[in-house]
DNA sequence: CTGAAAGCGCTTACAG
DNA sequence: CTGAAAGCGCTTACAG
């Protein structure tokens, strides 16, 4: 194991030397150039790598962040593994290591959390929708000098902690308004939280068109059962409808089956959009129509505020900009 | 920040007499109960956590585990997911930080690697399937004293390393034995490496049924357009069959809605198999019969191997066993 | 131009 | 029964 010492011991310097060198930070300190360069052969000959525990302990950090992750968007979705796997690519670069948690439930979460966390990590990441009682604790910790940034958290909860993730409202808006452009006039909207429907009405008085609520269907999650479920709902009311709205691609790729399975008809399905703009969009029997979520926008904002806030910055929560991505589950063009 | 010394000023005693009471290591030593009670007492009301950095170094460990990470399984699956939640949890409950790296490619993993990475981490687990150079570099690792253990690698290329992984080649037979009983005698096998295959003819050598060369289509890739082109080719051939072996669940989802949008018919596909027993098999228009590729279980095992090399033993690769899990796609019990 | 010393928060022989 | 001391591998005033 390579050492400041070890080197310093072969080159007959101090390693007080060798650490400035390496580390560059020569405060008062001015080296000859060829010790300098002596120095800086050897280290890259031996592939040095500074013991980050030892720099970390000495400069008062922990050289560990703290990444709190609960499920984000539905099986299928990878949203989950794409925000993990950008965060930790990302807070490597920056020399930190991981104290990386997968929590379920309420029960997880508080098992993960504790006041002596403060020993362990010099910052949290939050990522995923956790009750209020959470959030409250996490502003704790915030408030007691332990950054906590949040991610996909909903808004009403957050007690004013760091958030980032993409404007749900946008999305529903973005979504709504193509299919009314593709001549919809009665929209179904399978939602999960009442507040995302704003996006919804937005894009029905914009267009001055308007909506029936009783096309409004309200889902427990945002899975593909639960878009079977309110299509089976949809179809059973007899309610007229041309299109719908809902909430996550799971949802669509139910509620598509379903009428499929129902109708037996390969044809003429009612158009429909997704949320994600997941795998799960690209591997329907028709691929659907989406709106991104900007995970790996919401995975770098938030590791970036986190670096900000932990170099005195006041971060601001932002709410990402979705894009709309078109394919034949609102279009209806033909098979090939 | 509460600590050892902190907690001892407050007692009066030694921090060297607090280290000893917490961790349990008493040595040569025998506190009194009283002391040793207050000890405890008063550190559990500071929620005390030892810097694990200050520990790890004192103790000649890094406290870190690298976790490099290819993708595993096609998208949609989740399997890269999978893995990566459980192992962090694991290696979290023993107190290990991690060093998380996703890598795509040959390049990305050359990044990653360098001999002075034994200057960062306590050992390695390696996910996913790298070129047999990668291998050797993580051989030599090993082979210098930075424990390795892989998972998901191709046996072939693994330079005697530990590796964990589900039986392919039973995966195979599994799906294979069950399409024989359904009843299939014209089985077309969608493969990846040629290796694959020893599952899908033991299966029809066990039930006495000779498979036909003309029906083995290879594919490129896991995922759901690799499913639609072999389907394609399948299709265009004009060969007769009756059933599709696949290697994984993507694959299947493409070929069965391929075959959908082909003919148009909603009823009397080719029964069909996937691989991962993944989301994709259960948000597909027909649900997709699937064998499992024990993620879960290939994780737990090779975090426990890393634990068991680094404390002597010398731990076996092994090949973890796959369940049948039946569904619509090789049954075609109606819709409901 | 360079080095000796102190210290980060622990653990573990060693001494009393 | 308990503590002083040394040391893990670094960094950073301070002194020459």
Redesign the pocket.
């Known amino acids: ?6 080197i ?1 011991k072969e080159l ?9 060198v ?2 560059g ?12 360069q002596a120095i800086l052969k050897r280290a890259k000959e031996l592939d ?4 980050r ?3 970390a ?4 950090r922990k050289g560990v962040v703290g990444l709190f992750l609960h499920r984000i968007g539905t099986p299928g979705s990878e949203m989950s593994h794409l925000f993990a796997n950008i965060a930790s690519n990302m807070l490597d670069e920056y020399g930190d290591r991981l104290m990386l948690r997968y929590f379920r439930n309420k029960d997880d979460f508080e098992k993960f959390c504790s006041p002596g966390i403060k ?1 362990q990590v010099d910052g949290l990441i939050v990522g995923g929708v956790p009750h209020p009682e959470m959030a409250s604790i996490l502003a704790d910790y915030d408030r007691s000098g332990l950054p906590v940034i949040c991610a996909f958290h909903n808004v009403d909860i957050l007690a004013n902690l760091p958030n980032f993730q993409v404007d749900h409202s946008m999305q529903a808006c973005l979504a709504t308004k193509h299919l009314l452009e593709q001549g919809c006039r009665r929209l179904a909207h399978f939602y999960v939280m009442p507040g995302r429907q704003a996006g919804f009405l937005q894009a029905h008085e914009e267009l001055g068109i308007t909506p029936d609520p009783s096309l409004y269907i309200q889902a427990k999650q945002y899975h593909y059962e639960d878009g079977r479920e309110c299509m089976q709902r949809l179809m059973d009311s007899g309610i007229q409808y041309d299109g719908i709205v809902t909430d996550s691609d799971g949802q669509a790729a139910g509620a598509l089956n379903l009428w499929f399975q129902r109708t037996g008809r390969l044809s003429d399905w009612p158009r429909i959009t997704g949320v994600d703009n997941s795998p799960i969009a690209t591997s329907c029997l028709v691929p659907l129509t989406s709106v991104t979520s900007e995970v790996e926008e919401t995975a770098r904002a938030a590791v970036m505020a986190l670096y900000d806030k932990r170099a005195g910055k006041e971060p601001q929560s932002a709410l990402l900009t979705p894009k709309l991505v078109v394919r034949e589950s609102s279009t209806r063009s033909q098979f090939d």
Request: charged share 15%.
């Open positions: 194991m390579v050492t400041l010492k070890g310093a007959g310097v101090s390693h007080t030397l060798v650490s400035r390496i580390s930070r020569m405060g008062t300190t001015r080296v000859s150039e060829s010790t300098r040095f790598q500074p013991n525990l030892a720099m302990l000495q400069e008062g020993n």
